[in-house]
């Protein structure tokens, strides 16, 4: 699918809208050619808003969880740490005298 935003892009369209931009409005149909103009324009730039609002929100949620694993993994680093030091001093060892 083609959004309107992707065909703004285009050499040609923009040319267009130059053009369409630098006549005389001295016709009526001069005046409605460029408020179209700058209807597609103004479309064009909220398209793109919400193409970066989306963006961003995006992107905020893979770094909240990023920082949820990153917790996580601390978390389970300390419980296992605790559980091994608990282990290692406290549990007699066949074979060894403590």
Sequence with gaps: MTYHSELMLTKR???MYRQ????????PTAVQQLCQVVRNIYMYLVEE???MMKAEAE??????????????????????RNVESRFFYRTPCPGFKN
Excluded: A, G, H, I
């Design 13 to 15: 369209v923009k040319d």
């Design 20 to 27: 369409m931009l630098s006549v005389d409005t001295d016709s």
């Design 49 to 51: 808003e919400r193409k």
């Design 59 to 80: 992107c905020e949620n893979k770094l909240y969880l990023s920082n949820f694993l990153l917790s996580l993994c601390q978390f389970l680093f300390e419980v296992s």
